[in-house]
């Protein structure tokens, strides 16, 4: 069973009338196109027995030229008398031929001579040829196809063949413009999935249980996206309102002076401004960023002079014009997350990139302590601060792997971790195209 709407949709128009025609093609062979051919080939048959009959029971001229001339023109039998010289060598019998079977069954029954006959010759004639006893001679009788054999009856299954498939063409035109607006929700649906605009052409149209599905659709993505402003709305307020009061914090610590105590104030202050940014940018997100075409290279070696400075081994493999529509700011924001929290566990570092007819594979290895298989889905937690797991961005808010598992779904995409061959762990980015 075909797994696509219209393949299946077309098997369900197709098949119907398939077992449709072959039981009228069946029915039609059986009582139509048989029967008639086997009257008129009786008929031929009872022609031919009546002049064998006038030959042997009448005395004829030398050369039969009256019953020659009266199947020729009362019987349309074309009939010569032969020598009685052996049969031509048997022709090979047709794979598909009512008249050489009705035929040979007929003149086996009416005439009960030796006799051979040639159906399938280039011309509209048929031949046949039956050896007489008395004169012994063989009589050869050319009698044209249609006096035989129903020769029109193709033209109804062409007929019924053409206007089958004339009507198909007309239902497939018409399905494609029903399964259209289907395929459109469709794409405009997956569309919004990788965090993208949708089409320009995209519009409500098709059958009223497809109109139904579109709107609930639209519906469902106004109330995310209203839902969305409205927590980025709200966090911003309250980042703004705590930031005000950290500025406070800091003027006051600097009215009383660089001391070991304000030094070590200062730095929570610092810290908390740090924390509060790290849940303001989770909650914003970057599906406002627009989608360009970058090259993935250079965000991958952005971190190749801290890698140098931390005298951490730092290997990039990815073809250099290798080049993604993502939006920037975040993939680089998803990258480094990755690619520095491997730099805080490890001194090895690997990443590969491999790029497929599907999507973009980014595999970031390290030597590092790894996260246990059992901690792996709850490192991806927001605010999950798993020391040993490794779930810290450079603020330690617990956000790293949660805002980078974000970055991949607004791109349709996704992370999972794994052991890595160096013995650490593995991050695989997976980002479709």
Not at 107 to 126: A, E, H, K, M, N
Not at 205 to 212: F, I, L, N, P, S
Not at 291 to 319: D, F, G, P, S, T
Request: proline share 4%.
């Amino acid at each position: 069973m075909p797994k696509g709407l219209y393949a299946r949709s077309l098997l369900i128009i197709i098949m119907p009338m398939l077992i449709l025609q072959s039981v009228i093609a069946y029915v039609f062979m059986e009582r139509h196109w048989q029967t008639v051919t086997q009257r008129l080939s009786k008929a031929v048959t009872a022609d031919i027995s009546a002049i064998i009959d006038i030959i042997e029971t009448y005395p004829q001229e030398k050369e039969y030229a009256e019953i020659i001339r009266i199947s020729r023109e009362r019987l349309k039998l074309n009939i010569t008398i032969m020598p009685p010289d052996p049969f031509p060598p048997a022709n090979n019998k047709p794979f598909f031929s009512i008249l050489d079977d009705i035929l040979r069954e007929e003149i086996t029954s009416q005439i009960s001579r030796p006799f051979w006959i040639d159906t399938v010759g280039d011309s509209d004639l048929l031949e046949i040829r039956i050896r007489l006893e008395n004169p012994d001679k063989v009589l050869r009788v050319y009698a044209k196809r249609n006096q035989a054999y129903a020769s029109n009856s193709h033209i109804f299954l062409l007929w019924m063949v053409g206007t089958s498939l004339f009507l198909i063409g007309i239902s497939i035109l018409f399905l494609r413009n029903q399964i259209r607006p289907i395929q459109k929700l469709a794409e405009a649906a997956e569309l919004y999935g990788k965090g993208r605009d949708l089409p320009i052409d995209f519009k409500i149209r098709g059958a009223r249980e497809v109109r139904t599905a579109g709107l609930a659709f639209v519906k469902m993505r106004e109330r995310i996206d209203r839902q969305i402003q409205q927590r980025t709305a709200m966090l911003t307020g309250v980042s703004h309102d705590l930031r005000t009061i950290l500025t406070r914090f800091k003027l006051q610590v600097a009215l009383v002076g660089d001391t070991k105590d304000t030094q070590e104030l200062q730095d929570d202050i610092n810290e908390m401004q740090n924390m509060l940014q790290g849940y303001l940018d989770f909650a914003k997100g970057e599906s406002g960023e627009e989608i360009e075409q970058v090259i993935l290279v250079k965000l991958l070696e952005r971190h190749a002079k801290e890698a140098k400075i931390k005298n951490i081994k730092y290997e990039v493999k990815c073809a250099p014009n290798l080049k993604i529509r993502v939006r920037p700011n975040a993939i680089a924001r998803l990258i480094a997350n990755l690619v520095t929290n491997a730099f805080r566990y490890a001194n090895t570092v690997k990443v590969t990139v491999i790029d497929g007819a599907s999507g973009t594979l980014i595999t970031i290895d390290d030597n590092g302590t790894g996260i246990p298989a059992h901690l792996r889905e709850d490192a991806f937690r927001p605010f999950m601060r798993l020391d040993e797991a490794r779930n810290q961005d450079e603020s330690g808010t617990g956000l790293g792997l949660s805002i980078a598992q974000d970055i991949a779904h607004l791109h349709g995409g996704n992370i999972n971790l794994h052991d890595s061959p160096l013995g650490g762990l593995r991050a695989i980015v997976k980002l479709p195209h």
